[in-house]
């Protein structure tokens, strides 16, 4: 599990695909205290598994599904990258609840300066914004942000300075693919009261009337 706080930005060193999967080798620094082979480190938002360690960085594997639903499998050497260690028990949990698994990708449609902070614009597809909600939780390239505003076609965050600081999302340019992963909570009870497909609707006992009866 992931809380969205990124703890540095990492570059790739080399990304070697065999048609839709392959290797990642990342340069980092602080991501590698403690981390030991096995261990899962949030790449872009991305869980991937490290396979292999150097003093200076690791490597890990990518699958199929990886380059489908994520920008890793359009990555090249000397991109930047957030980084995130997988969240130890006890530790404060500073962002939300995020599982490293992309629901797939958006695009940066605009970014608007308003004093100190940056307005970004995400272009989504339609499966992605149906359960994003204004002052919601999303994760953009591994980032926990909250929703300002939610539009036909996408939605707004506003960036404040050290997150700016700290992660890549402003160093992106407008019409650069980002990795989107919902609120986890949403994807629950969207699934529970069978809202994905009408098929589901139909079949579903569960309703807002019986989750209001006991007081979800």
């Given at each position: 599990m992931f809380t969205g706080i990124v703890e540095e930005v990492g570059k790739i060193r080399h990304i070697?695909?065999?048609g839709q999967s392959g290797k990642i080798a990342v340069r980092?620094?602080?991501?590698?205290?403690?981390?030991?082979?096995?261990?899962s480190i949030a790449v872009n938002g991305v869980c991937l598994t490290v396979v292999s360690m150097q003093p200076d960085g690791f490597t890990a594997d990518i699958m199929a599904e990886t380059c489908r639903r994520s920008n890793l499998g359009r990555g090249k050497p000397g991109d930047c990258v957030n980084l995130e260690r997988a969240m130890a028990a006890g530790?404060?949990?500073?962002?939300?609840?995020?599982?490293g698994h992309i629901d797939g990708t958006g695009i940066i449609r605009e970014y608007r300066r308003e004093e100190n902070a940056v307005w970004v614009t995400v272009g989504t597809p339609p499966e992605i914004l149906r359960l994003i909600v204004e002052k919601g939780s999303i994760g953009i390239?591994?980032?926990?942000?909250?929703v300002a505003k939610v539009e036909e076609n996408g939605f707004q965050v506003s960036v404040i300075p050290h997150t700016g600081e700290e992660t890549t999302l402003?160093?992106?340019?407008?019409?650069?693919?980002?990795?989107?992963?919902?609120?986890?909570?949403?994807?629950?009870?969207?699934?529970?009261?069978g809202l994905g497909n009408r098929e589901e609707s139909r079949e579903s006992t569960l309703t807002m009337d019986f989750l209001k009866e006991y007081g979800i």
């Open positions: 070697a695909l065999g980092a620094k602080k991501v590698l205290e403690g981390t030991k082979i096995g261990d530790e404060r949990f500073g962002g939300h609840i995020m599982s390239d591994g980032i926990s942000l909250t402003l160093g992106k340019e407008v019409g650069d693919q980002v990795n989107l992963e919902n609120d986890i909570v949403g994807k629950y009870v969207e699934k529970l009261l």
